[in-house]
């Protein structure tokens, strides 16, 4: 059975930073599209970032770029979402996603739709 478990969620100011794991368990790692999204309020799942283990490239979404850094260890079997400089815009419930199907170029554009394994979210609040 496939399991992600997302830690870090918080409160912090504008500006901040904060780093979100998420643990995979119940699945070969490798080769794995591995996202990150998030929702805000009754709003839909956003997609912030992908990478694909088999390549390590990476994709952000234009609102974070510059801001947030996807990467992940092998070894640990986990996904980070490093988030700096923080707005109040990024305040959402995060959702770390892994689908062991999806290849490049797919993975880096695929949505929520497209990921069959979803961790429960951690909340993010920026304050003003």
């Known amino acids: 059975q496939v399991r992600l478990r997302e830690s870090g969620g918080g ?39 992908h ?7 990476t994709y952000y979404a234009d609102s974070v770029k510059g801001r947030f850094t996807i990467s992940h260890d092998n070894a640990k079997r986990t996904l980070y979402l490093q988030m700096n400089s923080l707005k109040p815009e990024d305040t959402a419930k995060y959702y770390c996603a892994v689908d062991s199907y999806l290849r490049p170029p797919k993975c880096y554009a695929s949505g929520a739709d497209d990921f069959d394994h979803w961790g429960d979210g951690t909340l993010v609040a920026v304050s003003s």
């Open 51 to 57: 990478v694909y283990t088999g390549h390590d490239d």
């Open 11 to 49: 409160s912090v100011q504008t500006g901040g930073s904060r780093r979100l794991s998420c643990t995979v368990s119940g699945v070969f790692y490798s080769d794995l599209c591995m996202a990150w999204f998030r929702q805000y309020q009754e709003k839909g799942r956003e997609a912030v970032a």
